[in-house]
């Protein structure tokens, strides 16, 4: 089997995508319950917004290392399925 480098899966479609799409949904849903005060009001100042982009950044950094921790494991496990077998 083929060594996949570690940017490779970083920049896999798949794991992109996943990190994305989690980072997309549970930091719009934490950027409401932290900031929807300040958003709803239109009160919106530099540090909030930094802090709000933050909020999208965690989520994508979790997911991403999660997807490629997992993809290391499974490229581990599957190259040692091909080791020969002491019985």
Excluded: W
């Excluded at 899966?9 to 319950?33: E, K, R, W, Y």
């Amino acid at each position: 089997m083929k060594h996949i480098s570690l940017r490779e899966l970083i920049f896999a479609a798949n794991v992109q995508t996943s990190a994305i799409s989690t980072s997309l949904v549970v930091g719009s849903l934490l950027a409401l319950v932290n900031h929807g005060g300040n958003i709803m009001a239109g009160t919106l100042n530099y540090g909030t917004v930094l802090k709000i982009l933050l909020t999208y950044a965690v989520p994508y950094c979790v997911a991403l290392n999660t997807s490629v921790s997992a993809m290391k494991a499974m490229s581990v496990a599957t190259n040692s399925e091909d080791e020969p077998k002491i019985h």
